[in-house]
């Protein structure tokens, strides 16, 4: 008897265990699940700017002297646990690629290989109106950089490069990109927006599904719907039908 009843008092024990572990790995699912989202949707502040940029980088605004071409692209990266958007630049003199992400305690994050200095930079901030003002620790001499992203409109966009001084506090202009989007159509025949069913930012490139013809913004949407275009249609229909509502009320 006494066997049998510490072998229940065990079981027991060992159940509530599994029990915990169980609720604790749920738990866990769905707290990375809502950060995932939040970083989602933070990031989609970007779709206006994601895709292929042709740009031309000037020391000076409205002189030629010093000045350069580069193309730049904003992509959406899906290839870790939370999304980011990636920034690639072909022929930039301060930018080589860059990541993107966002959190709720220090809102965005860039880790930024430069293309001058040959490092990685890093810097956070935040929209500041229609901008994203980005601001680096200062560096081994004191030196503090910034970056500031301005969409103007859905073909224009300027990405400032800033510094201070050693030990400085006022930040003084290093140069300044203006981006033109490189050639695509963004919009469909009698002005409907093309939108993409991963991000919900302006479809470029068609995919494909059964039969179904649905759109993405960019390269890593479109290894995301590849993944799973099941779900992300689903998903993606769920919205429009959320959104169709809302404007019926």
Not at 99 to 117: I, P, R
Not at 211 to 235: H, L, M, N, W
Request: charged residues 30%; positive net charge.
């Amino acid at each position: 008897m006494r066997v049998l009843n510490r072998f229940k008092k065990r079981y027991a024990a060992y159940s509530v265990l599994l029990l915990l572990a169980c609720f604790g790995v749920s738990f866990s699912e769905e707290v990375t699940k809502s950060n995932e989202q939040s970083s989602r949707e933070a990031l989609e502040r970007f779709n206006p700017i994601i895709g292929e940029w042709r740009g031309t980088g000037q020391v000076r605004r409205g002189s030629n002297r010093g000045a350069w071409r580069e193309s730049g692209e904003f992509v959406w990266d899906f290839s870790d646990d939370e999304p980011a958007i990636k920034y690639l630049v072909e022929g930039g003199k301060h930018v080589e690629a860059g990541l993107v992400t966002w959190n709720s305690q220090d809102h965005f994050h860039l880790a930024l290989k430069t293309g001058d200095e040959k490092e990685t930079r890093e810097y956070s901030g935040d929209w500041t109106k229609d901008k994203l003002v980005l601001v680096s620790k200062p560096d081994d001499n004191q030196v503090q950089y910034r970056m500031t992203i301005t969409p103007l409109n859905e073909k224009r966009t300027l990405v400032l490069h800033e510094k201070t001084s050693s030990g400085g506090e006022s930040f003084f202009r290093v140069a300044e990109v203006g981006y033109t989007r490189a050639g695509t159509r963004l919009a469909l025949p009698g002005g409907g927006r093309r939108e993409c069913v991963v991000t919900g930012g302006t479809g470029q490139t068609a995919v494909k599904f059964k039969g179904e013809t649905y759109y993405v913004c960019c390269s890593g949407c479109k290894q995301a719907f590849d993944d799973d275009p099941e779900g992300t249609i689903a998903e993606f229909k769920a919205k429009l039908k959320a959104r169709l509502e809302s404007i019926k009320k």
